[in-house]
């Protein structure tokens, strides 16, 4: 039996997503139903804050490039949540990956790499290695600095809303999300999630992307499982 749920944290891409990585609209309900019930929602993601404002007004906060930053939709801030050493590590890996013409995504701090290029990319920051984490993430690899994650991030947030673990569920589907799935008694995973989460996860649907989270909350609701 689960125990009674005060905040639900969601992977956005391919969980919150169809296929295509579009929002799903039909789960905005189910998200201001369990708002309604006293529960607090949250993104936990990989994306940049230009393609993920869109949804500050319907969730709690917003976990974004992977851990350097979250957003408090209460006060309208963004808070940084690295240390300065580890804002120049970042940007020193972006110049050099910039005069080696190795194509990448640039946050404000992260980096987002295609799988073909990190052969490249390794050989270029091998000065970095025991400074920084690689995460694969379907076909890219984010090259994130040390102890940036989304599980410290979303340490942070269930400090600051005062929530333990018993009361956490994450959903998610992909190896970035492994953080803080180690976080939650419970988590909830889909049919795309990779197995290694499935063995983690204490609900399952085989329905794929947003499918497989709308029947999963639903069940959630019709459960009464939130606080």
């Given amino acids: 039996m ?3 749920l005060k905040m639900f944290a969601f992977d956005y891409d391919r969980v919150l997503t169809n296929s295509s990585l579009t929002f799903d ?5 189910l998200l201001k139903e369990l708002k309604k019930k006293g529960a607090m929602v949250g993104i936990v993601t990989g994306r940049r804050w230009m393609h993920i404002e869109h949804m500050k007004s319907s969730v709690d906060f917003i976990i974004y490039e992977n851990g350097y930053f979250i957003y408090i939709s209460s006060k309208n801030a963004r808070i940084k949540l690295y240390e300065r050493w580890q804002e120049e590590i970042a940007k020193q890996m972006m110049e050099l990956l910039k005069e080696n013409h ?3 995504v640039k946050g404000e701090l ?3 790499i295609p799988i073909e290029e990190s052969l490249r990319a390794s050989k270029v920051l091998e ?3 025991d400074k920084l984490t ?3 993430n379907i076909d890219r690899i984010m090259v994130l600095v040390k102890n940036i994650n989304k599980g410290n991030a979303l340490k942070y947030a269930m400090n600051y809303f005062n929530v333990q673990p018993s009361e956490l569920i994450v959903f998610g589907d992909g190896e970035n999300d492994y953080d803080m799935f180690e976080l ?3 988590a909830a995973t889909i049919g795309n999630s990779i197995n290694k989460l499935k063995s983690m996860s204490k609900l399952h649907s085989d329905k794929l992307y947003s499918e497989g989270t709308i029947e999963l ?3 959630i609701i019709d459960l009464d499982l939130t606080v």
């Fill in 2 to 4: 689960m125990s009674k």
């Fill in 25 to 29: 609209y039909r789960i905005s309900p």
């Fill in 102 to 104: 190795i194509s990448f």
């Fill in 110 to 112: 992260l980096i987002s």
């Fill in 127 to 129: 000065q970095y290695m």
């Fill in 134 to 136: 690689v995460v694969s």
């Fill in 184 to 186: 939650s008694q419970n």
């Fill in 217 to 219: 909350l639903q069940k």
